[in-house]
C-alpha cells in the first residue's frame, strides 16, 4: 500500500473533512465535517450474532476445523444474515473512500463459474450490489458501483489458491484508483483501476449481507472466522508479521476465541460441530482429503492433525535428541548419489535410491521389519537423484539419468498397484540431469529438471513440464536458462509459490549466482539471484512464521587460484519489509553437496552432507541445532566416507537419518536416540 495510506490521525482527520466538503458542494448527501463512522476496526462479524439474552441465529452452526472455530451459514438464502448499513455509518452516508477489508476463511473447492459472496452492501429497495467480495476458483473479486453512473467495476485477483479447505486470512487494501490483497500475511498483489474508488458511495438504505449476495440469492458453503473493516487504513502492518498468517487476527467475535466445549455467547448456546477423524498406528499419509484428520501415535505419546500437507503437533509428551547411534549399514549394487525417501499408502515405507550402474540399476527399498529391504531394481545410466510425486491417487517416481547418450533419457515410473511394482510411464530428453523437483500450484502438476550440461556447455535450458490431464502425459511448459544446475526446490510463502535452483558451474568459475524465481501470471519469473560458489542443494524451512533457505557450497574453482573444498555455506532469511533474502548465517562446511532440515518434539536440525575437504572423502558431516539468537550451534559430529545426501524419516520403530556414498556402496541408516 502507498505511504499515502499510513499518515497520523490528525491527516486522516484532514482528509475526512476535505472529503466532506467536496461531497457537500457536490450535493451528494455527506453532509458532516467528521467521518462517516469510527476509524477503529468495525467487527461486521460480531454485528449479526445475537445481543444479550437473545437466542443464535438458526441458520448459523459453529464448526471446529483444523483447531481453529468458524460460522458456518445454514438454510436458505431467504434467512441471509444481515444488518442496516447505518449501524455503522451513524454520521453521514458514504461509505470510506479508503479503508480495508480483513476476512479469515475457510472455503472448499469450487466448481467452475461458481461465485460465492463473502460479503455484500446492497440497496435494499432495488437490490443494487453497491459493494461486494466474493471467491471463485483461484479467485478472489472485489466489485463495487460508481454512484450516478450505475457501472459496475470489478477487480479479480487470480491465482490466489483461497478455495483448497484451509484457512486464510485475506486485507485487502483500497486507497484512490489502488487496490492491494495480501493472503496470509505473504507478498502483496496490487491492481490498479480505471478510475478511483468512489469518494461518495452512498450507503443510504442499504444493508450489509454476510455470507451471501442478499435474502435471495445464494450463501458463502466455508467457514467464516472473521470479517472486519477498518476505515482509512491498511491492515496489514496491524496482522502481519504473526506466527500463524492463515489465522492472523485484527477482531474476532468472542464467541469463536472460546474454548469451551459448547460455544456460548451472552448466554446463547450456539449449534456445534467439531470435524474429527481419529487414526491410530503408523502415521497415516498426510494430503489434502485428509485435512482435519486425528492421529494418535500411541509410541509417542502424542495427539497430532494434519493440515493437508503434514503432521502437525497437538498434544505430546515433547522428545528431545539424546545421541545418534548405528542403526543399519545398506549396500547397494554401486555408489550412491541419492536416496528418496517415501510412503506409499496402505503398502509403508519405501526408499529408491539413485546408483551408478546401469546393471542391476537402482534399487527400490521397502522398510519391513524394522529395516529397508530390496524389493525391486530399476534399470537406469548413472542415476543421479530420484522424486517421489503424487497425482490424483497415482504414484510416481522420476529418475535423474546422467550418462552421456544419444539421446539422453530420463523416466518417469508410475506404482502398479495390482504388480507392487514402479513400471515405465514416460520418457523424457534432458542432459546431464542431476536433479528433479515435483509441485503442484491451482491443482496443476509440474515437475522440473535440473540439465547439467550439454557436451561441455554449462549454459543451457532447464526445463518445466506441466502435466496434461488428457493424455496422462507431462509436456513442455517452460524454459528456464541455467548454468551447471545441480539442484531445483519448490516452496511457498503464504499465496505466493517460488522455485529456487542452485547454479554449480558456468564453463570459467563456480562462483557465480543462484536464481530465485517467482510464479506469477502464469509462470516463473526472476525473483532475486543470490551469489554462491559451486552451489549443488537449497533446503527451504519454516521456524516460527520466519522463512530460511540454506545453500550447500560445494567448491571455488577459478581460473586463478587454486581449488578451495573448505568454504562457507549460508543460511538465509526472507525479510518481508524489502521482499528479499537476506544473509542469515555462515557455516563452515567441506564440499558441501546436501542439507536436511528435521525436527524432533520442539527442536530442530539442520544436517549437512561434507563430501571433501581436497584431500579425503572419510569426513564428519555435522549436525546443527537451533538455537535461537545464536543460529545454527553444531551438536553431533558424524563420521561419513563420500557423503552425498541425507534423508530423516520416522517410523515405529523411532526417528531416523540416511545418508549415502558416492565414493562407496555402503550407505548408513542411523537411529535418533531421544529421552
Given at each position: 500500500m502507498r505511504d499515502r495510506t499510513r499518515v497520523g490521525g490528525v491527516m486522516l482527520a484532514c482528509r475526512f473533512l476535505l472529503l466532506s466538503w467536496l461531497m457537500l458542494a457536490g450535493g451528494v448527501g455527506c453532509q458532516s465535517w467528521r467521518p462517516c463512522t469510527d476509524l477503529l476496526p468495525l467487527d461486521l462479524l460480531a454485528r449479526v450474532l445475537p445481543g444479550p439474552g437473545q437466542a443464535p441465529p438458526p441458520q448459523v452452526q459453529m464448526v471446529q476445523s483444523k483447531g481453529s472455530r468458524g460460522l458456518r451459514l445454514l438454510g436458505a438464502a431467504a434467512t441471509a444474515l444481515s444488518f442496516p448499513?447505518?449501524?455503522?455509518?451513524?454520521?453521514?452516508?458514504?461509505?470510506?473512500?479508503?479503508?480495508?477489508?480483513?476476512?479469515?476463511?475457510?472455503?472448499?473447492?469450487?466448481?467452475?463459474?461458481?461465485n460465492e459472496y463473502i460479503f455484500s452492501v446492497v440497496e435494499e429497495e432495488s437490490d443494487a450490489l453497491l459493494l461486494g467480495l466474493r471467491v471463485s476458483e483461484n479467485?478472489?473479486?472485489?466489485?463495487?458501483?460508481?454512484?450516478?453512473v450505475g457501472g459496475r467495476s470489478r477487480l479479480s485477483f487470480k491465482d490466489v489458491g483461497l478455495d483448497d479447505n484451509r484457512w486464510h486470512t485475506v486485507v485487502l487494501a483500497v486507497t484512490g484508483p489502488y487496490a492491494t490483497l495480501t493472503v496470509d500475511c505473504g507478498l502483496p498483489l496490487e491492481l490498479k483501476r480505471v478510475q478511483s474508488f468512489p469518494s461518495a458511495l452512498s450507503t443510504r438504505g442499504s444493508r450489509f449481507f454476510i455470507g451471501s449476495r442478499s435474502r435471495l440469492r445464494g450463501r458463502f458453503s466455508g467457514l467464516l472466522r472473521q470479517l472486519v473493516l477498518l476505515p482509512g487504513s491498511d491492515a496489514t502492518s496491524r496482522l502481519c508479521p504473526t506466527s500463524d498468517p492463515g489465522l492472523a487476527e485484527l477482531s474476532i467475535p468472542q464467541v469463536l476465541k472460546s474454548t469451551s466445549l459448547q460455544p456460548q455467547h451472552h448466554g446463547a448456546v450456539y449449534p456445534y460441530e467439531a470435524e474429527a477423524r481419529v487414526t491410530l498406528g503408523n502415521a497415516p499419509p498426510c494430503s489434502g482429503p485428509e485435512g482435519g484428520l486425528l492421529w494418535f501415535n500411541a509410541r509417542g505419546k502424542g495427539l497430532f492433525v494434519c493440515d493437508g500437507l503434514s503432521w502437525r503437533t497437538l498434544l505430546q509428551n515433547q522428545e528431545r535428541l539424546d545421541y545418534v547411534e548405528?542403526?543399519?549399514?545398506?549396500?547397494?549394487?554401486?555408489?550412491?548419489?541419492?536416496?528418496?525417501?517415501?510412503?506409499?499408502?496402505?503398502?509403508?515405507?519405501?526408499?529408491?535410491?539413485?546408483?551408478?550402474?546401469a546393471r542391476p540399476g537402482s534399487g527400490i527399498y521397502r522398510w519391513r521389519n524394522g529395516s529397508f529391504q530390496l524389493h525391486q531394481n530399476i534399470s537406469t545410466q548413472e542415476a543421479r537423484a530420484w522424486k517421489h510425486f503424487t497425482i490424483g491417487e497415482q504414484i510416481f517416481l522420476v529418475v535423474a539419468n546422467s550418462m552421456e547418450a544419444e539421446p539422453e533419457l530420463s523416466?518417469?515410473?508410475?506404482?502398479?498397484?495390482?504388480?507392487?511394482?514402479?513400471?515405465?510411464?514416460?520418457?523424457?530428453?534432458?542432459?546431464?540431469?542431476?536433479?528433479?523437483?515435483?509441485?503442484?500450484?491451482?491443482n496443476h502438476s509440474f515437475l522440473v529438471v535440473a540439465n547439467h550440461r550439454q557436451g561441455s556447455n554449462h549454459n543451457i535450458l532447464s526445463v518445466i513440464y506441466r502435466w496434461n490431464p488428457n493424455t496422462k502425459l507431462f509436456e513442455v511448459n517452460q524454459t528456464l536458462a541455467t548454468s551447471g544446475a545441480y539442484d531445483w526446490e519448490f516452496f511457498s510463502v503464504g499465496a505466493h509459490h517460488f522455485l529456487v535452483v542452485a547454479n554449480t558451474f558456468d564453463g570459467q568459475t563456480t562462483v557465480i549466482s543462484s536464481t530465485v524465481y517467482v510464479w506469477l501470471h502464469g509462470g516463473f519469473q526472476s525473483f532475486q539471484s543470490i551469489p554462491t560458489v559451486g552451489?549443488?542443494?537449497?533446503?527451504?524451512?519454516?521456524?516460527?512464521?520466519?522463512?530460511?533457505?540454506a545453500v550447500a557450497n560445494s567448491q571455488k574453482v577459478s581460473n586463478h587460484g587454486p581449488n578451495l573444498y573448505s568454504i562457507n555455506s549460508t543460511v538465509y532469511e526472507l525479510n518481508r519489509l524489502t521482499q528479499s533474502f537476506i544473509r542469515f548465517q555462515d557455516i563452515l562446511t567441506h564440499s558441501a553437496v546436501d542439507w536436511e532440515f528435521f525436527t524432533v518434539g520442539e527442536e530442530r536440525f539442520l544436517v549437512?552432507?561434507?563430501?571433501?575437504?581436497?584431500?579425503?572423502?572419510?569426513?564428519?558431516?555435522?549436525?546443527?541445532?537451533?538455537?535461537?539468537?545464536?543460529?545454527?550451534?553444531?551438536?553431533?559430529?558424524?563420521?561419513?566416507?563420500?557423503?552425498?545426501?541425507?534423508?530423516?524419516f520416522s517410523t515405529a520403530e523411532g526417528s531416523f537419518l540416511?545418508?549415502?556414498?558416492?565414493?562407496?556402496r555402503l550407505s548408513k541408516v542411523f537411529r535418533l536416540r531421544t529421552y
Open positions: 448499513a447505518s449501524q455503522i455509518f451513524r454520521n453521514c452516508d458514504c461509505f470510506p473512500a479508503e479503508f480495508s477489508l480483513v476476512a479469515t476463511i475457510k472455503t472448499p473447492s469450487l466448481r467452475e463459474k461458481r479467485r478472489l473479486h472485489f466489485l463495487s458501483t460508481a454512484p450516478g548405528d542403526y543399519q549399514d545398506l549396500y547397494t549394487s554401486s555408489e550412491t548419489f541419492d536416496v528418496e525417501v517415501f510412503s506409499i499408502p496402505s503398502e509403508g515405507l519405501f526408499m529408491a535410491a539413485a546408483n551408478r550402474d523416466v518417469i515410473y508410475r506404482w502398479n498397484k495390482r504388480r507392487q511394482r514402479f513400471l515405465r510411464h514416460q520418457t523424457l530428453e534432458t542432459h546431464a540431469a542431476l536433479d528433479w523437483e515435483a509441485f503442484h500450484i491451482h552451489a549443488t542443494d537449497w533446503e527451504p524451512f519454516q521456524m516460527d512464521g520466519r522463512f530460511f533457505l549437512v552432507a561434507n563430501s571433501h575437504d581436497g584431500s579425503s572423502y572419510s569426513l564428519n558431516s555435522v549436525v546443527y541445532r537451533w538455537q535461537g539468537y545464536e543460529g545454527f550451534v553444531p551438536v553431533h559430529s558424524l563420521p561419513t566416507f563420500g557423503c552425498r545426501d541425507w534423508e530423516h540416511v545418508y549415502s556414498s558416492a565414493t562407496s
